[in-house]
Every structure is written in C-alpha cells, then in structure tokens.
C-alpha cells in the first residue's frame, strides 16, 4: 500500500532551480534512501514534505491517519528532563494504559455482579492493549534504546539540557524510534553515532515495521538498510530498485551509456550543421530551402544533458616528494588521560612505508587524541612516538584548524606557496570546485563540506609521504568521498587515518587498529576482513566476547606467525573450548525453553480460572490471579530476551 505520493513537486529560489518535476512513492513497510551532490535539494525536499517549506508546485499525498517521525540534522531539545524520563514521555499513550489498569484494579474493590462484570471487561480490554504495546517490557526496551544509541545507564538519571548538540540528536532518534510512526524520515542519522550505536541502529532499522526514508552519506549503512534509492541529480529524481551498490552501478552504466548517446547526438548535430552551412555556401534557391529544411529537423531535436564528467567533478591526487624509510612511525608506551579518565595506556605500534591504516572505535576512546599526539599539538603522558627517515607529514584536521578563517581561498594557498603563480593557485582550486569569484571568498564563510575540500587541497600541495587524517570524509557529498577513495587507492606514500565511515575503511585500509579498553587490536585486512575475524582476535586478546575493543597493545613484530606446533595445541584448545561452548549453548536453551513453556501453561490455566464464576466474583482470588500472571509476564520478557540472545550467538 502506498503510503506517501510525491507528484511533480517543483522548487526555485533566487539562486536557481532545485527541484524540479519530481514524483516517487513510498510503500508502507519500505525502507528507502535519498541521495545526491551537496547542494543537491535533498533536505529542501524533506522539508517540502513535511510542509515546512512550501513547494512552487506539484501535490503530496499521504495515506490517512499516517504517524510521521522526522530527525533532523540537529535536533533542540529543551527540557529539563532526565534522559530516561525524555524516552519514558514517548510511550506516554503505555503508561496511560498501565494507569487506567491501576485504576480499574482498584475500582473492583467491594464491586460485584453486573458492575464488576462491566470493569472486568474493561479491564480485559485495557490489559490486552497494554500487552500488544509491550507495556510489561517498556523500561527494558527503553534501556535498550539508550543504550544502543550509546548511552550509559550511570548517566539515564542526568538532565537532558546538559548534553550536547550531538547528544541531543540521539536522544531526539531514541524518542521517534520508541514512538513507532508508521513513517520514519532521518536526515544523516548516522553523524552523531559510533560504530557500535550505527550497527545497532542498522538492525533495528532494518526489523523495522514502519517505513523509513533517509538522508546519509553512510553507504555502508545504506547498503544494509535501503532497498530502494531515490536519486535527486540535477533537480531531477531518478528511482532505482536495490541497496546502495545495486544504485551505483546501474547509475554508472547508464551515465556511460547516456555519454554515448550525448558524443553520438553532438557528432549529429555537428554533421548537420556542416551540411546547412556548406547548402548555404552554395546559394542556391534549392540549396537554400534543404538548408532551411534542415535547420527546421535539426531544432526539432530533443537535446541530451550532457552528463557529469570528470572536468566537473573534484580532481584530486596525492603525490610524495620524496619517498620515506621503510620504518615510518614506531610509538612505545602512550599513555594519556584527561581529567583523571584514562583513555588509553602502553599503547605500542608500528607502521611501515606503504601501509593504509584505519584507526576505529568508539566516540571518546581517544582516537583523535593519538592523532595529535603524533602531529605534536598534544604531549602524552608517558611514551614516544618516533618518526622514521625523510618521513614528511601531511595532516588533514576534521575540525579544519590548519585553515585560517580570516583568509581569502587564494590567500591560504599563497601563504603556504609563495612560489605559486596566480594561474597554478586558480587552477589548484578549480579542481576542487572553487571557481572564478570563489577564489575570493573567506574561508570562515565556507560550509564544512566547502572547508573539507579546501583542507584536501592543502593536502594534496603539501607532497607528503604519510598522510594522517582525521574523518576526513565528514560533510563530503558520496561522489566526493568516492573521488577520495580512489586518490587514496593510488597513493604511494603511508596512511594513517581514523574514520567512521565503514564503506570509506572497507575500500581504502590495509590494517584496521581498534582502540578501546585503553588498548588496541590489529586486523590484517579492511573492515570486512575485521568483520570476519573479530572473534578469534578477541579471544586471542583474552577479551570477553561482550567487549568493545579487540587488540592488545601492539609490539613490534607482533601478530607474526606462530610455530607450527605451538599453533597445533591452540587450535585443538580452542576446537575443546569452542564444543564446550556449544554443548553448554544447547543445554541453556533448553532449559530457557522449558520455563519459558512451564509459565505460559500456567498463564493459559489463569486465562480459564479467570472465566469461572467463583474466581471473578472473588475480588482477593482475582486480584491474586492477575498479580501471578503480571509476574510471569515479566519473567518471560526476560526468558525470551536470554533466549534471544543465545540464539544469536
């Protein structure tokens, strides 16, 4: 069933045209992805939706008594609320049944015959409701809302106007998730998360009933959510069946395709216009009226876009000066703590000419904090970070600190490259998309995605042997991150990055560091290879399976290859330790089961005491009824969660 027709929708303001005749549906149920360029009208379009901005023409649709839920980039959320009590008010309409029922309970106190036969019927119709709402397990799935979305439970009780913006957003998701409306719109849910809280997001999104529309640049996220792309280019929406890499490379081959029919048709038209104009050099009467004829055919020609090339996209490549030793980086001991936490210790690791190193984990693990240790803007607290040989560093900042925003585009290539003529500076910024005037703008009056490309340009200048670089896919569109990928991909010199984007780490590393735990773990391979291996890394790190990081600190030569023999009698240990885990999987399950079929027989055997007259008309044993099957409600909400969490193992 559709349950929201965009027909035709158009938008203009005074720069141009946004939007223009766009149509596309959404089914109940479906899980869908707006993408395009920065700039593109993608939240212009949301905002049309939701009647925040008024469309110049075209008519939306939606199905009848439709619940909608919008996040917003950045969400305000003014309250004095705890965090726990914001979520509890969006099941404000669960907590009025548990209260009605309260009330009813009370009510058949001293009542008896037709009366209480008319409040037990109230009453069985209000308890049915609170359990099709989940009422008995609310405040487990409220705790589990927070704290997939990266929450801790010490701090459930602390008032929401002390978090930040970014907190604030999260919380603002918890709420609409919890709400449940039939249509879910998220405008770059993913910005503010981690990678534990996005893989968590991911799987309830994806179980999801409703139906979700989103706006991301996550195409690792997209690819395990979408399966329908609605694709905004050029004012114009084009719909594609599939996950995101199902997207790409159909668009692909039809922007090939429709490049062919472009060079194909200009080659026609120049023909046919060398033909008009030599009829015309003829000047002849006949030769004259083919010409005109001719002119006339070829006015009548629908014209092809040409599509975007490569001239109309950012162009970026990053070249060493000169090449570095073979040891680029060794680091012995980092310790560091802030304010009496420390976010990590004894950390050791190297990296040699040629690797392209992620570093991941969670917000506040310290990632960034290693980065600038190595740039040398923080001091650890104890240890050493050694450069190796001619290494020469090139820093990406993701909040763009290495910019002055008090200069000009051209001024801040000038400064750092006297050497540089006016023409190679302007050329330099065209192929980042800084053109003609926009050489003139000041880089405080720069949008991030604006302030991204300047700082890749200053990067590419610099010649470095060993780039590191902090999110440096934040505010880029996905075409520009692509652009980055590849430029990355074809680099000679030494990597060094922390990113959250799982697509961007899955193309571009060749070794996965994960800080957590005040430790570190290394993955040989790209985020998949992670993906496969976290938990043979994490066993042989000796962290549990629950543990977030999965690497002990790293010591030159560690992760070579161990004897043959010694490897023999760990892989036979852990095959023993592998079917004692399974045998006692299947024993606790069973018994999980067990008791989980043992009370809902009692439950059936409450259901029919409840229809028997000398039990309904006795308030003590009806009540003392009910209170054993609202008890085993609530002990089966934790069997089934136990069991569900077994069986996922």
């Not at 050489?439 to 009056?445: A, E, N, T």
């Not at 670089?469 to 430029?487: F, K, V």
């Not at 009910?626 to 085993?632: D, H, I, L, T, Y």
Request: aromatic share 6%.
């Amino acid at each position: 069933m559709i349950i929201l027709s965009c027909n035709h929708i158009s938008k203009e303001f005074v720069t141009g045209k946004v939007l223009e005749d766009v149509s596309f549906q959404i089914q109940e149920h479906e899980k869908a992805a707006i993408v395009g360029s920065n700039g593109a009208g993608k939240s212009t379009l949301l905002r049309i939706i939701l009647g925040e901005l008024p469309a110049d023409g075209g008519e939306i649709y939606f199905s009848k008594d439709l619940s909608i839920g919008y996040l917003a980039q950045q969400m305000e959320l003014e309250t004095d609320e705890s965090i726990y009590d914001v979520l509890l008010d969006a099941k404000r309409d669960v907590l009025s049944l548990g209260e009605e029922m309260r009330r009813l309970e009370e009510s058949m106190q001293g009542k008896s015959g037709q009366e209480l036969e008319r409040i037990l019927e109230e009453y069985t119709r209000v308890t049915h409701a609170f359990e099709q709402k989940n009422g008995y397990a609310l405040k487990s799935e409220i705790t589990g809302v927070l704290k997939g979305l990266g929450f801790a439970e010490a701090d459930f009780d602390k008032s929401a106007a002390t978090l930040s913006g970014g907190e604030k957003t999260r919380l603002c998701l918890g709420r609409i998730l919890l709400e449940k409306p039939d249509l879910i719109f998220l405008d770059e849910p993913t910005n503010h998360l981690d990678m534990n809280s996005i893989t968590w997001l991911e799987n309830y999104l994806r179980t999801y009933q409703g139906a979700v529309v989103i706006v991301a640049h996550d195409r690792y996220f997209l690819d395990r959510i979408v399966t329908k792309v609605i694709d905004l280019d050029r004012t114009h929406v084009r719909v594609y069946e599939g996950n995101y890499s199902a997207y790409s490379v159909k668009k692909a081959a039809e922007r090939d395709a429709l490049m062919k029919q472009y060079l194909n048709q200009q080659r026609e038209i120049a023909h046919q216009e060398a033909v008009i104009e030599k009829l015309r050099q003829f000047n002849r009467e006949k030769s004259i009226k083919r010409a005109e004829s001719r002119e006339k055919m070829l006015q009548k020609i629908e014209r092809i876009d040409k599509p975007v090339s490569e001239e109309e996209t950012m162009r970026l490549a990053f070249t060493p000066r000169i090449t570095s030793g073979n040891d680029v980086l060794t680091v012995n001991g980092l310790t560091k703590s802030f304010d009496g936490r420390t976010l990590f210790q004894d950390l050791s690791f190297e990296i040699k000419r040629g690797e392209k190193v992620a570093i991941i984990g969670n917000n506040g693990s310290g990632k960034t904090t290693i980065l600038k240790i190595l740039n040398g803007l923080l001091s650890p607290d104890a240890g050493e970070a050694v450069l190796g040989v001619k290494v020469h560093i090139g820093y990406y900042d993701q909040e763009h600190h290495v910019l002055d925003p008090e200069n000009t585009l051209f001024e801040e290539i000038l400064n750092d490259h006297p050497d540089m003529t006016n023409t190679e500076i302007r050329n330099v910024l065209a192929a980042f998309l800084f053109t003609e005037d926009d050489v003139f703008k000041r880089i405080g009056d720069l949008s991030g995605g604006e302030r991204g490309r300047m700082s890749l340009a200053k990067l590419m200048l610099s010649e470095a042997n060993f780039l590191i670089l902090d999110e440096p896919t934040n505010h880029l569109d996905i075409a520009s991150r692509e652009i980055l990928e590849d430029a990355l991909s074809r680099y000679t010199g030494t990597l060094l990055y922390v990113s959250h984007d799982r697509y961007f780490i899955n193309r571009t590393a060749t070794r996965i560091l994960e800080l957590t735990g005040e430790k570190l773990l290394s993955y040989e391979g790209n985020y998949d290879y992670y993906l496969e291996k976290i938990e043979d890394v994490r066993k042989a790190a000796g962290l549990s399976e629950g543990a977030d990081s999965h690497w002990s600190a790293a010591k030159p030569g560690a992760g070579s290859a161990q004897p043959s023999s010694q490897k023999s009698v760990l892989d036979w240990q852990q095959q023993k330790e592998e079917q004692a885990r399974i045998r006692k999987r299947a024993n606790d399950l069973k018994k999980i089961e067990a008791a989980i079929e043992k009370l809902e027989t009692r439950n059936a055997e409450i259901d029919t005491l409840l229809t028997e007259a000398d039990i309904y008309t006795n308030v003590a044993k009806l009540m003392k009824l009910q209170q054993e099957k609202s008890e085993n409600e609530d002990q089966l909400v934790l069997l089934m969660e136990q069991w569900e969490e077994l069986a996922d193992d």
